[in-house]
């Protein structure tokens, strides 16, 4: 390294010694001997400075190349191959899991008491993924809904009001005019017994449906999928999600294992009729939905299931 070292040295002093001797030799040839030596002295100093290596420059502008390539790859390994998300049928397809304390997805033949059904109701699980991403130029359709958890039921007693404020009324006080028919819980409360679920854990497998009508130009499927999975990674929502009442929250996070969920038993459950979800065509009057409800090996399917209203 040493006698590399000195030929470089060597090499830069015989460049600077051929290149004062040009120097000198434009010089006048009446210039004092003393400015001649200054002068040369000058250009041996600017010659011999080390040169800067450009390897390194180059170098760092390679870096944003780099990291434009390495920016990519993660897109695609984390969008389009995570296991959360697939196409199927050329459908983008989500898996969410869902877990809580307890759940309540009340049955609609019961009227003042209420029960549970039991296991989570495919327009619960809708609710649960539109509190976390809803555009108006999409809808969710749940696929099948993984019960994790053996169904386990018990009874308690809630404070509940015995009426609801008439809608007439808030109009009335909207307009100045009257108070509005408050309800005062010290008058009209009323204690009623529940049915409920405790300990649930489901994963949801669902996709959307688009609506052309109501996106913009930069919409697309690619695009609400991708807000949904950055949102459901964060823990983000518009309203903390919940499983039949907003008594009992729900916890979510994106399905994290590589295959498909496992329910807790094995064997055939007929589950009767269950609410399927509501048919909003008319607003004013939103018609319910059911169908007839069967636990295979501890998973609902509802992708193909025949809907009555």
Request: charged share 25%.
């Amino acid at each position: 390294m040493s006698g590399l070292g000195c030929d470089r040295t060597h090499g830069r002093s015989g460049s600077a010694q051929i290149e004062t001797n040009k120097f000198q030799s434009t010089l006048p040839e009446g210039s004092d001997r003393r400015h001649q030596q200054i002068c040369g002295a000058s250009l041996r100093r600017r010659v011999e400075r080390p040169h800067h290596d450009t390897s390194q420059v180059v170098h760092l502008l390679k870096i944003p190349d780099f990291l434009f390539v390495s920016i990519l790859m993660m897109w695609y390994v984390g969008v389009v191959n995570d296991e959360n998300t697939s196409m199927k049928g050329g459908k983008m397809s989500i898996r969410l899991e869902v877990w809580g304390e307890n759940a309540l997805f009340s049955r609609s033949e019961f009227k003042t008491e209420r029960v549970t059904y039991d296991v989570m109701t495919p327009s619960a699980a809708r609710g649960i993924l539109e509190a976390i991403f809803w555009h108006p130029g999409m809808r969710w359709r749940i696929d099948r809904i993984y019960v994790l958890n053996p169904i386990r039921f018990d009874s308690i007693r809630r404070n509940e009001v015995g009426r609801v404020i008439d809608i007439g009324k808030i109009r009335t006080m909207a307009e100045g005019r009257g108070d509005g028919g408050a309800i005062y819980t010290a008058e009209s409360i009323q204690q009623r017994s529940s049915t409920i679920l405790r300990d649930v854990r489901y994963v949801i497998d669902a996709h959307f449906e688009l609506n052309r009508a109501k996106m913009s130009s930069t919409d697309s499927a690619e695009k609400f999928q991708s807000m949904f999975m950055r949102r459901a990674a964060k823990g983000q929502c518009f309203h903390h999600p919940y499983f039949g009442t907003r008594e009992f929250p729900a916890e979510f996070q994106l399905w994290q294992e590589s295959g498909d969920p496992v329910g807790f038993e094995q064997g055939h459950r007929d589950l009767g009729y269950m609410l399927y979800d509501f048919d909003y065509r008319n607003p004013a009057h939103p018609a319910p939905l059911f169908f007839r409800a069967e636990l295979d090996d501890g998973v609902l399917d509802v992708e193909s299931v025949e809907v009555r209203s």
